[in-house]
């Protein structure tokens, strides 16, 4: 009787011993699926538009980095081994593509599957020179290597199609905050649409004057909403112009009679106001938002104002 008594303990003894362990691997495998869902995601963001496309559609959900700082020329920027070691950590890396990052080349094959790159998806247009800068001594290196046109963000539509991508990649590695994104999208879908409602009053202007530009960046907008802009230079803002190219564009602002000149925010502004005090015109600001600086952008400022703020210049420089 006391054998069987022993052995009924010892079976009973067995049994708690068992579920213990049970529970406790099932709460082990628990914590390790969740885990991934508490952490957030990494993800890198080439440039400031993209930058501010991913910040309005994540917001605090991801920790969001900018690779190329703020008020940095992008078309020549060099990556530093320290970004490129902090990139292995990236969950994704969002860039423009179509030859804007030139460094993107020198990225480890490690990163290939984290490396989105969206303007090669949304319907990029092939490279047209609309340059005056002819000479064969002043070769834009950029423009060499380039088959698409890569200031691709200018069209608000396009803009959109880009978001769109980045809202998909971001959900399918994050589900846990897809709502969240979602919603975010959909402001920010409105907000383009928007845009893009607001600058068909540039397009319904009939007769509209051509621009002069100092780089060759605003093809999209020529190609959404009728603007013919002529550029002093190629397709990077650094190239030197020739003489012949300069005194093109001032016989150009008599014919048109042009009122008004534009440089960019990172090109050589002294090229443009010297063609503008020889012309007796104006010269101001259009923006590529390439280059936001940090005091920009603690002031408010993000690409929906800048590009609000070229519209406005745009439609009084093609009256």
């Known amino acids: 009787m006391r054998k069987k ?47 501010d496309f991913t910040n309005k559609i994540a917001g605090d959900k991801i920790n969001l980095n900018l690779i190329i700082p703020a008020g940095a020329e992008p078309h020549h ?16 890396i969002f860039l423009n593509g179509l030859e ?24 990029p247009l092939p490279y047209k020179e609309h340059s005056h800068n002819h000479d064969e001594n002043e070769v834009d290196n950029f423009h060499s290597h380039s088959e698409f046109d890569p200031h691709i963000w200018l069209d608000p539509i396009r803009a ?22 979602e919603n975010n999208f959909k402001l920010l879908q409105n907000e383009f649409k928007k845009l893009d409602s607001e600058y068909q009053e540039l ?17 999209y907008l020529s190609d959404r909403y009728g603007v013919e802009f002529h550029s002093v230079s190629g397709i990077s803002p650094e190239n030197e112009p020739s003489l012949k190219a300069l005194s093109e564009i001032s016989d150009l602002v008599k014919k048109e009679d042009i009122k008004v000149l534009f440089f960019e925010e990172l090109a050589n502004e002294k090229i443009i106001n010297t063609l503008a005090d020889e012309t007796n015109v104006d010269s101001d600001v259009l923006y590529t938002i390439e280059g936001m600086t940090e005091e920009e952008i603690d002031d408010g400022e993000d690409y929906f104002s800048k590009m609000r703020l070229n519209l406005t210049k745009l439609i009084i420089a093609v009256q």
């Open 203 to 219: 397009k319904n202007i009939e007769n509209k004057k051509e621009v002069i530009v100092s780089h060759n960046a605003f093809s």
């Open 77 to 92: 920027y060099e990556i530093s081994a320290k970004t490129m070691a902090e990139l292995e950590e990236a969950d994704l």
């Open 100 to 123: 804007f990052e030139p460094w993107a080349t020198s990225l480890p094959e490690s990163l290939s599957s984290k490396i989105v790159n969206l303007g090669e998806q949304v319907n």
């Open 160 to 181: 959109l199609d880009m978001s769109s991508i980045i809202y998909d990649n971001l959900s399918k590695l994050d589900s846990l905050n897809k709502s969240i994104y």
């Open 5 to 51: 008594t022993a052995l009924v303990s010892l079976f009973i003894s067995f049994i708690i011993i068992f579920t213990a362990c049970s529970n406790s691997k099932s709460n082990t495998n628990d914590e390790l699926q969740t885990a991934p869902n508490d952490k957030k995601l990494n993800v890198y963001a080439s440039f400031y538009p993209i930058y």
